[in-house]
């Protein structure tokens, strides 16, 4: 998208969740991304490019995945609504790279200290954002596979009226070892009391009715990584299993582009129409 002077423009999520649900797809480097960026643009649906802080530093920095984005959105010509998130900011110095870098919605990660601190952590990073205009996500109770306690949830987005919060539902990052105990009841009632955009982490290998279920029940965001990774290292695996002497890398990261958008047109076809 373009401001009135035709430069390139990232939005933040706060338009985007309120009318439907939004995948986050994590980008891990430049290949990734473009390919990301083309396929969303070729469905005409919105997106949230995660990056998480070791993603960042793999890439460069936070004004170097800034650039990337905005300029390959220049480049290619995508005509979809585009959100750049810090993923898991770990403190506020996180949060304030992000935003003076350009990322238009970052996620303070204070999930680890009391109810109180997080709720600090939180509101300071909303004060920061919003000099930005950008949104901001924070996380409670840990994701891995235990339950946020509802009215824990009322009191942080009361607090600090952050644009969306990333309760523990039974979901976990990664690999689900076993199937995993969403409580699905629960999302409906911390929907009902918070009347905040929720976002489920670890949306990764979920079978399609159990994102459905996740998206009937008041999910507007969902984090998909693994599912990237995983599609990606097995586009470029099978690619040079057959390929033995390729050394271009033209040709040898081709593949794993091209795995990514199938799993980004697959993961959008879930969402209602
Ligand atoms: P997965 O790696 O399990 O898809 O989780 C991604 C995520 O939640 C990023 O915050």
């Not at 987005?157 to 629960?186: F, Q, S």
């Not at 670890?202 to 008041?218: A, H, T």
Request: net charge positive.
């Amino acid at each position: 998208m373009y401001n009135e002077n035709g430069d390139v423009m990232l939005v933040n999520m706060k338009d985007i969740l309120k009318s439907k649900t939004v995948f986050q797809f994590n980008i891990n480097n430049l290949e990734w991304t473009k390919a990301i960026l083309e396929e969303v643009n070729e469905l005409k649906e919105p997106v949230i490019l995660g990056a998480s802080e070791n993603a960042i530093k793999y890439m460069g920095g936070y004004k170097v995945v800034s650039q990337i984005v905005k300029s390959l959105i220049e480049e290619l010509e995508i005509k979809v609504p585009v959100v750049l998130h810090l993923d898991h900011g770990k403190n506020i110095e996180s949060c304030k790279k992000a935003l003076e870098a350009g990322f238009t919605s970052v996620m303070i990660d204070a999930s680890n200290y009391s109810l109180e601190e997080n709720i600090k952590i939180t509101k300071q990073v909303v004060e920061l954002a919003q000099k930005y205009n950008a949104s901001v996500e924070a996380e409670i109770g840990s994701i891995n596979g235990s339950y946020t306690n509802i009215n824990d949830a009322f009191k942080i987005v009361w607090e600090t009226k952050i644009d969306a919060l990333a309760p523990a539902v039974g979901n976990i990052h990664g690999i689900y070892k076993k199937k995993p105990k969403i409580n699905y009841e629960l999302i409906k009632e911390i929907k009902n009391k918070t009347n905040v955009p929720l976002v489920l982490h670890g949306g990764s290998n979920l079978p399609d009715e159990i994102l459905k279920q996740l998206v009937e029940s008041g999910i507007n965001k969902i984090n998909i990584n693994t599912d990237l990774q995983i599609a990606w290292a097995r586009g470029i695996k099978k690619y040079l299993k057959s390929n033995k002497k390729e050394y271009d890398p033209r040709k040898i990261l081709e593949p794993g582009s091209e795995e990514i958008k199938k799993i980004v047109k697959n993961k959008i076809a879930i969402l209602p129409k």
